[in-house]
């Protein structure tokens, strides 16, 4: 008996799923994780070459009767991306959808749901540190959740940093300007997002003002880094997206709480969807809150189910022919 899968595009994806969208998919998500009834499965990493690297990263929503990979690679030439969604419950290939731009969706809207539980309610004042491929999405789920009246955006080509101001201020009502300095970027703000290729801490806490809300979105590899360690030590709040996967590989807090002023303290890092699920929230008055993504799974899974779903009602996609088993050939 042949079966059908359904094969979803980018342009498909980014058609089902906005910005907001994405913010409260994975909101629900992370909620159904932090009561227990979801986990991520670790990620598989593979370096090769100069600098490329091979990907893997799994989950399951059971209750939701979903479970899914996100395969890709990445290399100086390109990188790319697909998802992979099965039904859960009867163990079937629903779904194969290019996921690159489900990846900016989900790495983007969790620095939205970060801000939306952490940061102050009347922050809107908001410090970019960054302008690649992620910066504008990382501004656009901040504003989602805290409509910004302010931004101020640094990076270190000032021709770039100049062609993203321009860019942010055609999208966004906030009033938009070019620092000349991180110290610039950051003096009186509430929001800073620090979203970069970095591979040494450049982020010191002398440049944070007090009450600020601080998301740490670029150093997701083991050798990288964007914060000094007296940023971590300040923080009086820490939340991340996955305490394991940062355990495994964010060398930020790493460093201080298995061999730093914080070591053993572990017990000081929240994971986010525990925080939802309980609705918990930072101690008043914390000088310094602070999320720390790495990327898991369920936030792509999360993602994934309601383009998925929002496909199959509106009969977006192409269909993939799928069979039972057949006998080998020996």
Known sequence: MTKEALWLSEKDVTSLVSQSDAINALEAGLRSQGKGEGQNIPKALAAYGDGSSMHSLGSTLPTLGYGGYK????????????????????????????????????????TGLGTKWLARVDANDMAIIGSGRQAMAQ???????????????????????????????????????????????????????????AQDAF???SMLPSGVHLNAVGAILPANAELHQDVVARAGFIAVDDVAGVQKASRELID??????????????????????????????????????????ISDLSVAILAYERARESSVGSSIPLMDAVPLRF
Not at 271 to 289: F, H, M, Q, S, V
């Open 71 to 110: 395969n890709w690679v990445h290399t100086k030439r390109g990188a790319k991306a697909v998802f992979i969604l099965f039904d859960a419950v009867e163990g079937q290939l629903l779904s194969m959808m290019e996921a690159n731009a489900l990846g900016q969706l989900r790495t983007s809207a969790i």
């Open 139 to 197: 501004v656009a789920a901040v504003n989602a959740v805290r409509p910004l009246s302010r931004l101020r955006v640094w990076s270190p080509t000032p021709e770039k940093r100049q062609a993203f101001v321009a860019q942010l201020r055609e999208k966004f009502k906030a009033e938009v300007t070019a620092a000349s300095s991180i110290e610039a970027a950051t003096e009186g703000t509430n929001i800073v997002t620090v979203v970069t290729r």
């Open 203 to 205: 982020v010191k806490s």
């Open 256 to 297: 201080y709480f298995e061999a730093g002023e914080g070591k053993g303290q572990w017990s000081r890092v929240h994971a986010l969807g525990k925080i939802i699920a309980e609705n918990k929230r930072p101690p008043a008055g914390c000088d310094l809150t602070m999320f720390k993504s790495m990327g898991m799974g």
